[in-house]
């Protein structure tokens, strides 16, 4: 099978032809030619608006709920959902049930996506049954394919435990990934701390919840020296304070969600439950501070957070109902029509598609003659109108539903 | 005749200044309705109302009934204690068999704040809010407003200031909104760890000394101390509750002008309000009362306005 993608502008920034429109031959999933022009007969042409082409790119952060909650989401649909929104690998956080603590869970996870077009990376949890107690033999997933280790969003109060956990994980260098989050200040806290949570009488999360936990994490970064990756980040504060660290010569990265960079807690005005994440969406002061600090390189990565919920887990009265968005398909129209033209294309895409596999360790692929494709394909100049029928999540919280966003993926290659 | 611009009592913050008058007014042709001999009006006859209550009450629950068979109403009540999510049932299930038996109109209190959004986008029924956890409490807030009024006339530029656990009450919030609404300045009084960090955001002022607040205003409306929706201690003891913030006749007596005084009711004597307060000149807690059925006559009238009778 011969595909040429004609008139792709290239999304690159480690390519000499990034920002410049080229004609790409794949033939049987191999990059065999990249020009100005290619008149090759093929079997099919890929032509649209505005169209650009990147590596494949990878979600750092998604939740499948397989094993445990398959009628969430279970592989094959997550996996599907993820191919159409354009990525080709996705980390899969481990807060499943029973959570992804042991070698044999790492080897479920890569045994189902073996065959898919989409690679999957599994992260294994820190502690035992991430109960934030005991270190859980993570030597023995990272020897069976775990990228990196993280106890998702039950975020480790006892400092203790992160301290081993960084310390430990520094025997094979893999990366740490925490949720900064301190739970106790205001217990049972439902949306940011604001305007909005005095005007609907809910229980605000102030952002300092999450900044005390930085300010500690990266305390014991500097004491430890091992690798660590926050995430996700709600406030500017804790991004600025991650960036001087990094500074200094830590070894720290940091991440936010494409929720927190398109919305904001106005979203909840009328207690609508897909707009309950944790972190909580922030103010839009902060979400305009956070877009500056993504366009001065301040944030490493931008992932969907993708955490499907059932109707019977979000259709119910605002205290009840779950944390979490089904985002994945909508990732990019999200991100693209709140950043849009105002931020360098391929420093944009560079958070969800090169960064990610370089905290992960994983091999980075490259637009070049000769290699496998693994590209993504997507316009900037055309729409995408979501529609409940079109999408492949079985998660019933998709906050875009009906909505027309900016940009369109169009497709993946892997 | 001019009609509310919304199906639903959900709060003040949806409802604009011309439905407040609206309600104003015909609360007053309602409460001299209630001052007469012949109480009753039929013009509530074939509507069925469902009074749901899924957290405790007393009063408003007995005003809202009062309210409906004055107006001829058909009446159900429905009462507990605890959501009926903690049974297994949902809140739209619960209702929605509730509205098979035909019925027209909801009258809900539920511990959740935004219960009542949340249901008015799922069920086909005019619902009206009688208290969502410390989110509103419309018709609370309609009912004192126009009490003050009857006193001060125009609320424009005259000064309230609402005393007590501000955080986790929804009077206030509901308050704040109608009186500002209605060209009033607001003020809220009470302990640093009461008052929301964020309250100043709505326009209101924030005093922390009882008499410098009481000084300042005209009105004085003093909420209970809700113990029952603090889930941690926000302060050591009632007693040094009543030592900073509980209003007795010394105070007011030391201000050099009188001030009317509020309570949105039940009244814990000796703490937030002593019994000399309570029961002296300056307060209209009972006209309050009295108000608060008509006020929740002119609502539900007003509702039941802009239901679609298949008839």
């Not at chain 1, 501070?289 to 944030?299: A, D, F, H, M, R």
């Not at chain 2, 903690?86 to 209190?109: A, C, F, Q, W, Y």
């Amino acid at each position: 099978m011969k595909i040429r993608i004609s008139k792709a502008t290239i999304v690159d920034e480690r390519h000499p032809d990034n920002g410049k429109k080229r004609d790409i031959l794949i033939e049987n999933g191999k990059i065999t030619k990249i020009a100005a022009s290619i008149k090759t007969e093929v079997d099919k042409v890929i032509e649209s608006e505005g169209l650009c082409v990147s590596i494949g790119w990878m979600d750092m952060r998604a939740n499948f709920r397989d094993p445990g909650d398959e009628q969430k989401e279970d592989l094959e649909s997550g996996l599907k959902a993820a191919a159409n929104g354009g990525f080709t690998a996705v980390a899969l956080m481990p807060s499943t049930n029973p959570p992804i603590d042991n070698k044999g869970a790492v080897e479920y996870l890569l045994n189902r996506a073996k065959s898919g077009k989409v690679q999957v990376v599994p992260i294994g949890t820190i502690s035992k049954k991430r109960a934030g107690e005991s270190l859980a033999e993570m030597y023995d997933m990272y020897r069976a394919g775990a990228k990196a280790f993280s106890d998702d969003k039950e975020s480790i109060s006892e400092s203790g435990l992160l301290h081993r956990a960084l310390l430990y994980t520094k025997n094979f260098d893999a990366t740490v990934i925490h949720f900064p989050y301190d739970a106790t200040l205001i217990p049972n806290g439902q949306i940011n701390e604001g305007v909005q949570s005095t005007l609907l009488g809910l229980k605000g999360i102030p952002a300092i919840a999450e900044e005390m936990m930085v300010a500690r994490d990266l305390t014991l970064l500097e004491y430890t020296n091992g690798r660590l990756h926050l995430g996700p980040v709600s406030s500017a504060m804790s991004i600025k304070r991650i960036a001087s660290a990094k500074k200094d010569g830590l070894r720290i990265t940091c991440e936010t969600t494409a929720a927190h960079i398109a919305y904001s807690e106005n979203e909840l005005e009328n207690f609508d439950t897909n707009f309950k994440v944790l972190p909580p969406l922030r103010s839009e002061q902060n979400r305009k501070e956070l877009i500056k600090l993504l366009k001065s390189g301040k944030i490493d990565v931008i992932s969907s957070d993708h955490s499907p919920e059932d109707e019977e887990h979000k259709k119910l009265e605002f205290d009840y109902a779950n944390f979490g968005m089904a985002s994945i398909e909508s990732f990019f129209p999200v991100l693209y029509t709140a950043v849009g033209s105002s931020m360098d294309l391929a420093k944009l895409v560079a958070t969800f598609s090169i960064n990610p596999r370089r905290i992960l360790d994983l091999e980075i692929p490259e637009i070049k003659e000769g290699v496998r494709a693994n590209l993504t394909l997507f316009s900037i100049s055309e729409k995408t109108v979501f529609e409940k029928m079109n999408l492949k999540t079985k998660g019933y919280n998709v906050a875009e539903i009906g909505k027309e966003l900016n940009g369109k993926v169009l497709a993946i290659f892997s | 005749m001019s009609s509310l611009s919304v199906n639903h009592l959900l709060g003040i913050k949806n409802l604009t200044r011309e439905d407040i008058e609206l309600i104003f007014e015909t609360a007053t042709n309602f409460k001299e309705v209630i001052n007469r001999p012949m109480k009753k009006v039929p013009s509530l006859r074939d509507i069925t109302i469902a009074n749901l209550f899924f957290e405790n009450s007393t009063r408003t629950k007995l005003s809202f009934e009062l309210a409906e068979k004055r107006l001829s109403a058909d009446i159900i009540n429905f009462s507990s204690a605890s959501s009926s999510v903690k049974k297994g049932e949902t809140l739209i299930d619960t209702v929605n068999n509730i509205l098979s038996m035909k019925v027209d109109m909801v009258v809900m209190r539920h511990p959740n704040p935004g219960a009542h959004y949340f249901l008015s986008q799922h069920i086909d029924a005019s619902i009206i809010n009688a208290g969502d956890g410390t989110h509103e409490h419309p018709t609370q807030a309609l009912l004192d407003a126009f009490s003050m009024r009857e006193k001060l006339g125009d609320l424009q530029g005259k000064k309230v200031v609402i005393v007590g656990d501000i955080m986790h009450s929804r009077v206030a919030l509901s308050n704040i909104l109608c009186l500002q609404k209605l060209g009033a300045e607001v003020m809220v009084c009470g302990p640093t760890t009461l008052i929301p960090k964020y309250i100043e955001s709505l326009g209101v002022k924030v005093e922390h000394n009882l008499k410098k607040a009481l000084i300042w205003c005209d009105v004085a409306n003093i909420l209970r101390i809700q113990l029952e929706r603090q889930d941690i201690a926000y302060f050591p003891s009632l007693r040094e509750y009543t030592m900073m913030y509980g209003v007795t006749m010394e105070i007011l007596n030391s201000l050099k002008k009188e001030i009317i005084i509020m309570h949105p009711g039940p009244i814990n004597r000796g703490v937030e309000i002593s019994s000399e307060v309570a029961d002296s000149k300056q307060s209209i807690i009972l006209q309050q009362v009295e108000n608060g059925v008509a006020i929740r006559m002119a609502v539900l009238y007003l509702l039941a306005g802009k239901i679609e009778r298949n008839s």
